[in-house]
């Protein structure tokens, strides 16, 4: 078996009980509970880049894949899961500035020209690097995009799996 093989197949079995599927993995997910060991940083989660990358990069841990759409800047050698064959599992982490709704819409749009312009500056955009973050700049309509396209994502996740607040 070749070593593009069996890191298929490591990547396979890794996706299949991974908590970030998309709703159609999950419709294909072991029927029963699977217990998986992953190392966790001290007040820390492991579902994030940032707090992986360190380890990544000490090499005691080795990535497969990455749940991003695209290869991310800190390992361009990393294939994304959509290479490795499995395009409906993309998803990644993201941080947005939202107001009331009741807001009026020119202070939003002030909100919006300021931020946009602190995101697009060079020495902020290279602080943002630095701790493994993309600045990805926009309207308030594409956020409301992006938001409204996640929760549908994951409310077919939750309906499949079943799982509650409790």
């Known amino acids: ?87 409906n599992m993309t998803t990644a982490a993201w941080f947005g500035l939202v107001a009331q709704s009741k807001t009026p819409p020119e202070i939003v749009a002030r909100m919006n020209r300021e931020l946009v312009a602190i995101l697009k500056n060079p020495d902020f955009m290279a602080k943002l690097r630095d701790h493994s973050f993309e600045a990805m700049p926009g309207s308030p309509e594409e956020m409301t995009a992006a938001a409204r396209k996640e929760r549908g994502i994951w409310k077919k996740v939750i309906e499949i799996s079943g799982a509650t607040a409790d």
Request: aromatic letters at 4%.
């Open 1 to 87: 078996m070749t070593a593009k093989a069996i890191r298929r197949i490591l990547l396979s079995v890794a996706l299949a009980i991974s908590a970030c599927c998309s709703a159609n993995a999950q419709q294909n997910r072991p029927n029963r509970p699977i217990r998986i060991l992953v190392p966790y940083p001290p007040r820390g989660s492991t579902d994030n880049l940032p707090q992986l990358l360190p380890q990544i990069q000490a090499g005691k841990l080795r990535p497969l894949a990455l749940t991003t759409p695209k290869r991310g800047f800190q390992l361009p050698d990393v294939p994304t899961v959509a290479e490795e064959g499995f395009a």
